[in-house]
């Protein structure tokens, strides 16, 4: 019997596709780039199956921090912040998608405002079928960072992350790919001269100290929340791997999806 063709999910950092320092500030000659690499890796191993998700950077961060959109929405004018951040995550997500396009990848995106519910900034509603069916036919199916309906909190954001860690539990990826600025955990950030080359479960603790949040304006918890999140879901789905590395170096991305090792790999004990 065949093996099933291996299942990858990857995220463009916003610390990558914009300028965290800035204001709903793109990269778009990153983004080029970035997509063009993922198309090369698509020829080289045309039996990929990639789930593409993408972070907000500078344009939904921003507004989410002004209106603490991530701790819950109550008031009207916490609503109308909900409804900026929202504007903003989806303008990028109008420019990640033209340039995916742009590179001849059959993108598909799945707003997470528009299908999941979350219950305490969790994913807790979500018929991801349409998104598997997108998968099934070769197609490119693309999540995001965003804002979403919360039973608990009212509204709330849900980091690309976030939304990972529900598909991981179903539809089970051997990788996970998260594409950022660093070049990888960095033991003496911001120093930044070790990069850890593997983290584990078990010697995680001795490292937590030297993991922050992210240099720039961040409602979802930078390095640390990174780490600690999918550390966690390799404990629930032993044998996945995931890779914090730099899309900066151009090849990085393309030989992160034919499954080189270029950063940080969290695995199991
Ligand atoms: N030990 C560390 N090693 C590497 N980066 C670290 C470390 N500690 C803190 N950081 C910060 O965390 C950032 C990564 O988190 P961040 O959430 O900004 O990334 P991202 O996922 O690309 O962005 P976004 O959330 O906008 O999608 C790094 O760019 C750096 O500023
Ligand atoms: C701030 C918003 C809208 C989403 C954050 O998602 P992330 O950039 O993946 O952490």
Redo the contacts with the bound molecule.
Sequence with gaps: MNEPAPLIFL?L????ITD?HGTSTPRPEVLRRLAQEIAAARQVCPHLRLVLGH???SFG?VPAKRHHTRQGVSTPEQWLGFAEVWREARALNDIVVQELCAAGLPVIAFPPSAAILARGAKVSDWDHRPLQAALDHHLLPLVQ?DVAFDHALGGTIL??EDVFEHLTLLLRPQRIL?A???AG??ED?PACTRLIPTITPAAFPALSS???????V?V?????Q?VTSMLALIQRQPGLQVLIFSGEHPGNLQSALCGQNPGTLLLGD
């Design positions: 995220k950092g916003g610390s990558l965290k972070g907000s950077g961060h960072g980091s690309t998260l950022g600025i660093e955990v960095w950030f030297h993991l922050g949040g992210s240099a720039a961040d979802t918890g930078g390095m640390e990174k």
